[in-house]
């Protein structure tokens, strides 16, 4: 019990590191147990691992807080975050996030039984155990946590009430979507920008978004009640307006809108389908056997568009493969920013068809595939382009942005698209996707190393999948968790010869529906996040050693 770990850790005093490793096991305290999972072998080595459990009775939040799946996540989301900021610059660490509430290792709460997971630094002087400094962290750092930050009896309730229940407006603001016929809802007060690049705080001073009336759709929460916004509708929207006047803001809002935001971020009320993929041009990404001939009809190589593999692919080909593996992956709805994407797969307009013959041009641009990707796929795509007006001829609704102020321009540009530029369209439908079956070695088992570096990559084993082209991912959990997902989804069989890219990744939803953050990796010693499918497919599709073992229709 606690005592004995105090006499254990004073009898360690200068004594030889390695020693700490007798710590292994479980502890009892008043309140709670400590499992030391993982000791660190030496005090440059990653930290020691340490599992908090505090029993249903003790942390005792009501049962309306954790009741279901969505307010469990919210409560823990909360409680992680109350254990960061107590824990301060304590040796004890805990993976709390950022202004996303994902589903994560570091904090669980089942049945009301709250899980907290940490790491520790095992304090050392050269060599040899500082006792005392462990005996600080463990023996009084962490029953103080536990204590303040862990249970319902010293917690700030109205705060804890107003996370979970925000949490979970927006989860069923996500889940309304579908039955409005929308794909994505800003809610009129909503604050989209952010401080900068690195700092995903909102811009303070930054202006409230405020719906066109026209788009205007009002929808009822279960906490908040009603509230107004701009709903976005299935099909074809483009964003417009001049440079600087919030565009992109608008569109990296939506992207983030897959995830629920913590109260105070300005975007709890932004949301756009579970099933939305950010598409961007990626030059030097692998592509592996994909069939980009929809917009590659063919390449000065000679190489198959259809089964088209590269190491080193184009900004263009790139562009059309994550398109083409955004379908097959299950994707409803598409994001383009004319800022990153290719300019020859985005447009080609009247002139230069006039100038460049079609047998000339491999390229069939996205203006002329993005109805037949609604058609036959029902793939709506929203898309920022204010330097081309070809897409006006495609578009289902027009936004304009000024001044950070979004107007309904849709009729003004129908009139301009009912003039004819003499530009013809290259293409009138888009075929089936080919689903590909991966070959399940392309994944390592042997418990490979799982790293992530930063958002931009993922160490696996003895390769590094480059995800920098991943725009959705905000969190280096969401990397490891899509490491140790792959490697789960192999060794358990989920990945194997039978199954396309798609079903592999359904497979996968179901088991993280049934058993929770088991289903990416059930020794739980790491700090991890539940990965989107999407984004385990678009890790998947870049892994460099990849392999494709046949296809089905
Ligand atoms: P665009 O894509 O139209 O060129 P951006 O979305 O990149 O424009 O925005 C340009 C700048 O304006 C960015 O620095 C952004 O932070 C800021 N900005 C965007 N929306 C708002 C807003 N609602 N209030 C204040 N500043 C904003
Ligand atoms: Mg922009």
């Known amino acids: 019990d606690e005592q004995a770990l105090r006499q254990e850790l004073r009898a360690m005093h200068g004594a030889s590191y390695g020693r700490y490793k007798s710590l292994r096991g479980q502890w009892r305290f008043a309140g709670f147990t400590l499992q030391v999972q993982r000791v660190q072998p030496d005090p440059f080595a990653p930290a020691s691992r340490c599992e908090v459990r505090v029993t249903d009775e003790v942390a005792a939040f009501p049962e309306q807080l954790w009741r279901s799946p969505v307010r469990a996540r919210a409560l823990a989301g909360y409680l992680v975050r109350a254990a960061h900021r107590h824990l301060g610059d304590s040796r004890l660490r805990v993976d709390a996030g950022g202004q996303q509430v994902l589903d994560r290792s570091a904090c669980q709460v089942d049945g009301g039984e709250v899980v907290l997971r940490l790491g520790i630094d095992l304090p050392g002087r050269g060599r040899t155990i500082d006792g005392r400094q462990a005996e600080r962290a463990l023996c009084d750092e962490l029953p103080e946590v536990v204590e303040t930050a862990l249970r319902w009896a010293t917690a700030e309730q109205a705060r804890v009430r107003e996370f979970v229940a925000s949490v979970e407006d927006t989860d069923a603001l996500r889940r309304q979507l579908p039955g409005l016929g929308l794909i994505a809802f800003v809610a009129d007060g909503a604050m989209l920008p952010r401080r900068s690049g690195v700092d995903e705080r909102p811009l303070p001073g930054g202006v409230p978004f405020s719906s066109p009336e026209s788009m205007r759709v009002s929808v009822e929460l279960p906490n908040r009640g009603r509230v107004s916004g701009m709903g976005v509708p299935e099909g074809i929207t483009l964003i417009v307006g001049g440079g600087f006047h919030g565009k992109s803001t608008l569109l990296r809002a939506l992207e983030f809108g897959v995830y629920d935001h913590v109260p105070g971020d300005g975007r709890e009320l932004v949301?756009?389908?579970?099933?939305?993929?950010?598409?961007?041009?990626?030059?030097?990404?692998?592509?592996?056997?994909?069939?980009?001939?929809?917009?590659?009809?063919?390449?000065?190589?000679?190489?198959?568009?259809?089964?088209?593999?590269?190491?080193?692919?184009?900004?263009?080909?790139?562009?059309?493969?994550?398109?083409?593996?955004?379908?097959?992956?299950?994707?409803?709805?598409?994001?383009?920013?004319?800022?990153?994407?290719?300019?020859?797969?985005?447009?080609?307009?009247?002139?230069?068809?006039?100038?460049?013959?079609?047998?000339?041009?491999?390229?069939?641009?996205?203006?002329?595939?993005?109805?037949?990707?609604?058609?036959?796929?029902?793939?709506?795509?929203?898309?920022?382009?204010?330097?081309?007006?070809?897409?006006?001829?495609?578009?289902?609704?027009?936004?304009?942005?000024?001044?950070?102020?979004?107007?309904?321009?849709?009729?003004?540009?129908?009139q301009l698209a009912a003039q004819p530029t003499g530009r013809r369209s290259e293409a009138d439908t888009f075929p089936p996707v080919r689903h590909r079956v991966v070959d399940p070695r392309s994944i390592p088992t042997d418990r490979p190393k799982v790293r992530a570096r930063g958002v931009d990559a993922l160490t696996l084993g003895e390769s590094t999948v480059e995800l920098r082209g991943v725009e959705q991912l905000v969190d280096p959990a969401q990397v490891t968790g899509i490491g140790l997902a792959l490697v789960s989804c192999a060794r358990r069989g989920v990945l194997d010869d039978s199954r396309t890219v798609a079903e592999v990744l359904e497979a996968f939803a179901a088991d993280v529906a049934e058993r929770g953050i088991a289903a990416v990796d059930d020794r739980h010693v790491g700090d991890f996040a539940v990965p989107r499918p999407l984004d385990l497919a678009a890790a998947l599709n870049r892994l460099r050693v990849l392999r494709i073992s046949g296809f089905r229709s």
């Open 271 to 414: 949301v756009c389908r579970a099933d939305t993929v950010k598409i961007r041009a990626e030059d030097g990404r692998r592509v592996h056997r994909v069939d980009v001939s929809p917009f590659v009809s063919h390449l000065p190589t000679g190489a198959d568009t259809a089964d088209f593999s590269t190491d080193n692919a184009s900004g263009s080909t790139s562009q059309a493969a994550a398109i083409v593996e955004a379908v097959e992956a299950g994707a409803k709805v598409l994001l383009v920013d004319e800022d990153t994407a290719a300019t020859n797969l985005m447009i080609r307009d009247a002139r230069m068809q006039a100038l460049v013959a079609k047998t000339a041009e491999p390229l069939t641009p996205f203006v002329d595939l993005i109805r037949p990707l609604r058609a036959a796929h029902e793939v709506s795509t929203v898309l920022v382009m204010g330097g081309s007006g070809d897409y006006m001829d495609v578009a289902d609704q027009v936004v304009m942005l000024e001044d950070y102020h979004a107007h309904d321009v849709t009729a003004r540009a129908r």
